[in-house]
């Protein structure tokens, strides 16, 4: 079957940075997705890996690891705008660009 | 910059009643999906386009959903009848073809509750 678990809720305060993590058992891989959702909002694409290691992008970075079927999405300088729902999606193989998502993580930044 | 377009925002109904979203993809783009999201989950793909044809409608529950995409541009989901449990926000996404990397974009999303 397919399993995509994230931490339900995370907080973390304005300035810091917090790690979210993402573990994955699909049919197949071609790729892991995260996207970052405000409340009441679209998905907005942040991040896209494929091979294992870091991907830096700003003040988001995105890490994967296929062997272990693990990713994070690492965000640094935390900003109160931060705060939304961060969702990991796996392209799993046997569909045209299918992806399989995780229920997300809700983030809340405090000052 | 270019939007996926859909519409209503917002749509209350009751159960029983028939009910129809509209998305309109990013302009180019060929393939074009409708995904449900219930309240503290992710997305769930329910159909997905390739221009004008239907490539994946596994999960989409036909006895009361139909969805097309006549001219292979913008599309039409539909629910008859509507149901409690469809309570959920619709979002449609468009990605430029079926490449893995081909990155999806999702539009802002129509609420429906049914009363």
């Known amino acids: 079957g397919q399993n995509i678990d994230q931490p339900t809720e995370m907080t973390a305060t304005e300035g810091a940075i917090v790690q979210i993590n993402c573990t994955y058992q699909t049919s197949g891989f071609n790729g892991l997705f995260w996207y970052q959702q405000h409340a009441g909002e679209a998905p907005t694409f942040l991040s896209y890996?494929?091979?294992?290691g870091l991907e830096e992008k700003g003040r988001f970075s995105s890490f994967l690891s296929r062997s272990k079927g693990y990713s994070y999405l690492l965000l640094k300088e935390l900003q109160m705008k931060d705060s939304a729902s961060y969702l990991c999606a796996v392209s799993a193989s046997g569909g045209y660009n299918k992806l399989i998502f995780g229920a997300g993580t809700r983030l809340a930044v405090h000052p | 910059e270019a939007e996926v377009a859909q519409s209503p925002r917002y749509k209350i109904t009751e159960k029983s009643q028939a009910v129809a979203f509209w998305c309109d993809p990013i302009s180019g783009h060929a393939t074009l999906y409708w995904y449900r999201q219930i309240l503290g989950q992710g997305p769930e793909l329910l159909v997905q386009?390739?221009?004008?044809?239907?490539?994946?409608d596994s999960q989409l529950p036909k006895d009361r959903f139909s969805a097309e995409r006549l001219k292979g541009v913008d599309s039409t989901l539909k629910i008859q009848p509507a149901e409690l449990g469809d309570s959920a926000m619709y979002l449609c996404?468009?990605?430029?073809?079926?490449?893995?990397?081909?990155?999806?974009?999702f539009g802002p999303g129509t609420r429906l509750t049914v009363l």
């Open positions: 386009f390739q221009d004008e044809s239907v490539v994946d």
């Open positions: 996404a468009s990605s430029l073809g079926t490449a893995d990397t081909d990155t999806q974009y």
């Open positions: 890996n494929v091979l294992d």
